[in-house]
T-cell receptor, first 115, second 115 residues
Framework: SQQGEEDPQALSIQEGENATMNCSYK?????LQWYRQNSGRGLVHLIL?????REKHSGRLRVTLDTSKKSSSLLITASRAADTASYFC???????????????FGEGTQLTVNP | GAVVSQHPSRVICKSGTSVKIECRSL??????MFWYRQFPKQSLMLMAT?????????EQGVEKDKFLINHASLTLSTLTVTSAHPEDSSFYIC???????????FGSGTRLTVV
């Protein structure tokens, strides 16, 4: 399967700063999701944005989606050291709503927030 | 929220032996589970889609005789790595679609090391 692309691959910032990660994809989607993964652990779902939505907020997270450009961004405001993790976008074609579909993950951004 | 329990979290096995990984949906029924593999510092790659009561669907390049998937009930899917070799060492993660919460839930992953 083709993977989406994320940039930057790695991002290092100071606590309190904002972090922006971008994701591009190639296929049609029903929704796009962002996940966080701490080193050696499973994935934690952060936020889902549907293809007919342009922006979504959840706490310190802000996600945008531009289906014409096939791109999305994740903004984490007022970052904390605990935000240090890898962040992945995943596109979902949602071919079957009752069972879900195969997600296609981006390459991920490794975020380091320095105290 | 929905929980997928994955066991074991870590396993070390000798080359040539088989290893079974279990994923259970604890508070919802999962007609479909997805199995992913992740190599260090890389993204998740879908290996196969596990369907309750029927054969799994494997992604191109994934050997179905090597990675045996069984989805015997609506809450349990297992992945057996047969005749494991060092190149099978990886992080294996399962996920399930929870239609009630309209989201995917991931297991915590299994770190497999073949020596």
């Amino acid at each position: 399967s083709q993977q989406g692309e994320e940039d930057p691959q790695a991002l290092s910032i100071q606590e309190g700063e904002n972090a922006t990660m971008n994701c591009s994809y190639k296929t049609s989607i029903n929704n796009l999701q962002w996940y966080r993964q701490n080193s050696g652990r499973g994935l934690v779902h952060l936020i889902l944005i549907r293809s007919n939505e342009r922006e979504k907020h959840s706490g310190r997270l802000r996600v945008t989606l531009d289906t014409s450009k096939k791109s999305s961004s994740l903004l984490i405001t007022a970052s904390r050291a605990a935000d240090t993790a890898s962040y992945f976008c995943a596109t979902d074609p949602m071919l079957e709503e009752t069972s879900g579909s195969r997600l296609t993950f981006g390459e991920g951004t490794q975020l380091t927030v320095n105290p | 929220g929905a929980v997928v329990s994955q066991h074991p979290s870590r396993v070390i096995c000798k080359s040539g032996t088989s290893v079974k990984i279990e994923c259970r949906s604890l508070d919802f029924q999962a007609t479909t589970m997805f199995w992913y593999r992740q190599f260090p510092k890389q993204s998740l790659m879908l290996m196969a889609t596990s369907n309750e009561g029927s054969k799994a669907t494997y992604e191109q390049g994934v050997e179905k005789d090597k990675f045996l998937i069984n989805h015997a009930s609506l809450t349990l899917s297992t992945l057996t790595v047969t005749s494991a070799h060092p190149e099978d060492s990886s992080f294996y993660i399962c996920s399930a679609w929870d239609i009630t919460n309209y989201g995917y839930t991931f297991g915590s992953g299994t770190r497999l090391t073949v020596v």
